[in-house]
């Protein structure tokens, strides 16, 4: 007995010495369902941000309220929704409204319908049959995420309106109107500054997702404080708007009518663009990672080319320049993530495919016109791809010649093929070697890469693509972000310039703008490419050290920090040292998404930035630049 109690006192105390926690009953722990989602937000909603890419939670929480008038209309209530946020310039202080006139969430359901996890009725198909928020939780994230929530209710001449704080009911109240009002529910939310640090709403991203909800909704009008946007002839107008006049033909559409399957809505057409572009949407979610509804248009598309000409055209050269948008309406679709960036539906393929074939098929008999003009164009594509395969194999036999090691590329562990460990791989590419010393030391050699180019690359404006892959440092460059096939060999999740803030450094960002836009403008539009920013200024004292991304930053800090404070001016970001560097790329990284509101206006701000218009230009920055500067 003796032996047996030596032997447990001596476990226990190697358990304490290696600090092992208890683990008993007192350790487990029940939460109520908005807790769970202020605890777990990004199972929710996805990435937090500070409203700086259109993807962050601000705009997911924006999304659920306006999705919830989308179903209304639907289902054939409501044909308005009101969206206002006051105080938007504020950051941190914005208050959204959103109002629409469908049925009313029931009276007697509402505190249950806006706190209370798996409860509404989205799960009945006589209620809503095509809704994206399949799961009950929209609108509760919405609650639990904002510091100040409230939600009326209008129906038949009564209200229910309830009042929340961070999904805490403080009040709630039911009574007759005494004005007249129509039916129809009405939110009003403050995200949580506590949960979206610093956050403040771009306007251009908001009205940008109510633009695309009107093309989704044809007949429906929404509005974004005042400014009002309505279609009446849906995707037709999304693929206008982005083309403009560069369509080589008439716009293909195509709409079916609602069957066992759900409803199909198509429009395409192409352009001299290099590469192709997609606006994919699910029940009027866009998704932005595409999915099978995606991958069986593309599929069908191709196969009804081929029926009509009766010509074996390879995919590539059909897809090559064409711009599209797809949508349907399911009644269970089924998203890879709560975000719903992709659809994983495999039971859709086999209808898509057909009824994508079948209409552009039927669409190619009744416009001879345009039939001639996409023949050509495919017929362009093979000469092109047989002409730029002579010389990428020109290119890869010289590079092999220099071994094919890409020269000067500091290769990180993880790439976009390796899965999750792959989603935070990186790619900066800088101006020179000395700008890159510092990030080769500080960087995080698991998903962080460094690509120093030699100089300023260059401008590839107007000129064929056969010339990208006769220039050695952009074929180089092409190999090392892996695009130098096409853009499906991606080896980086982001795609970061980084270069000094100087005349020289943003030269050579515009430079490789123009490289991008212009031959993969696929990677700017799917949210790849980044500029990234870093301090101009580093004010410190012996105590403390701020680092200022601008001049009222650096005289905030010096006011801060007083008289005796240190100012040192960055020129370059060879002159910040790997210590200090590591911050900047680390976990405060600071990253400008670029972006494009139209795909019309790429040509228009290529050819006036990178074009012969020198007078034009010049007369521009001495207005803008130089009267700025005095």
């Known amino acids: 007995m003796a032996v047996k109690k030596q032997t447990k006192n001596t476990v226990k105390k190697k358990d304490v010495s290696k600090g092992v926690p208890v683990y008993d009953e007192s350790k487990i722990k029940t939460l109520s369902s908005l807790e769970h989602i202020r605890l777990r937000t990004g199972m929710y909603i996805g990435r937090l941000g500070d409203g700086s890419n259109p993807d962050d939670g601000i705009y997911v929480l924006l999304k659920e309220v306006i999705d919830n008038g989308i179903d209304e209309f639907i289902m054939g209530n409501g044909k308005l929704i009101e969206t206002v946020i006051k105080d938007i310039e504020k950051p941190g202080k914005a208050m959204v409204k959103v109002r629409d006139y469908g049925r009313g969430i029931p009276l007697g359901k509402l505190v249950e319908c806006v706190s209370v996890i798996n409860t509404g009725a989205k799960y ?114 999304l693929l206008m708007e982005e083309t403009g006049d560069d369509g080589l033909y008439t716009l293909g559409y195509y709409k079916g009518k609602h069957s066992s399957n759900g409803q199909l809505e ?121 002409e730029l395969n002579a010389v990428k194999k020109e290119a890869r036999d010289a590079a092999k010649k220099i071994a094919l090691k890409i ?22 590419i800088t101006e020179g070697d000395s700008a890159s010393g510092s990030m080769v030391s500080s960087r995080d050699v698991m998903t962080q890469a460094i690509y120093p180019l030699r100089g300023k690359v260059e401008n590839v404006y107007g000129k064929k693509r056969t010339a990208i892959y006769k ?21 980086y999740q982001k795609i970061v310039i980084a270069t000094d803030a100087d005349f020289d450094g943003f030269h050579i960002r515009n430079l490789l703008l ?59 970001l060879g002159e910040i040292s790997p210590k200090e560097f590591g911050q900047f790329i680390g976990k405060d990284i600071r990253l400008v998404p670029v972006s494009v509101n139209t795909l019309k206006q790429v040509p228009q701000v290529l050819n006036f930035y990178m074009g012969k218009n020198t007078p034009e230009r010049r007369e521009y920055i001495m207005k803008n630049l130089i009267e700025d500067a005095g």
């Open 124 to 237: 009945n198909d006589d209620v809503f049959q095509f809704s994206v928020g399949l799961n009950g939780v929209g609108t509760k994230a919405v609650n639990a995420l904002s510091i100040h929530f409230r939600v009326v209710a209008i129906r038949n001449g009564e209200f229910a309106e309830a009042i929340f704080e961070r999904g805490k009911l403080k009040s709630d109240r039911k009574g007759k109107l005494k004005e007249n009002l129509k039916d129809g529910t009405m939110v009003e939310f403050i995200p949580d500054p506590e949960i979206f640090k610093d956050y403040l709403f771009n306007a251009e991203f908001i009205e940008k997702r109510v633009q695309n909800y009107s093309y989704l909704n044809a007949g429906l009008a929404l509005s974004f404080n005042g400014k009002k946007f309505v279609s009446s002839r849906g995707l037709y107008d």
């Open 266 to 386: 198509i429009a395409f057409t192409h352009t001299n663009n290099y590469g192709e572009e997609y606006f994919s949407f699910v029940n009027g979610q866009f998704t932005s990672d595409g999915g099978t509804h995606l991958s069986a248009f593309k599929e069908g598309f191709l196969k009804g080319i081929q029926t009509f000409f009766k010509k074996d055209y390879k995919s590539e050269d059909v897809r090559e320049g064409t711009i599209a948008a797809i949508a349907i309406k399911l009644k269970n679709p089924i998203f890879e993530s709560q975000t719903k960036n992709k659809l994983g539906n495999s039971d859709i393929r086999a209808w898509v495919v057909q009824e994508t074939r079948d209409a552009v098929v039927d669409w190619l008999h009744r416009n001879p016109e345009a039939c001639k003009k996409l023949e050509h164009k495919i017929i362009a594509n093979e000469s092109l791809r047989t």
């Open 407 to 428: 020269p000067k590329l500091k290769d990180c562990k993880y790439h976009l093929e390796d899965g999750k460990d792959g989603k935070e791989s990186t790619i900066f």
């Open 471 to 491: 220039n050695e440092e952009l074929f180089n460059l092409m190999m090392a972000i892996g695009i130098d096939n096409n853009i499906e060999g991606l080896r």
């Open 514 to 572: 123009t490289f991008f836009l212009s031959y993969f403008e696929e990677l700017v539009t799917g949210g790849h490419v980044f500029i990234l920013e870093t301090p101009l200024f580093r004010v410190r004292t012996k105590k403390e050290t701020r680092y200022c991304y601008n001049e009222k930053e650096r005289n905030e800090a010096a006011a801060a920090l007083g008289a005796s404070s240190e100012i040192t001016r960055f020129k370059g």
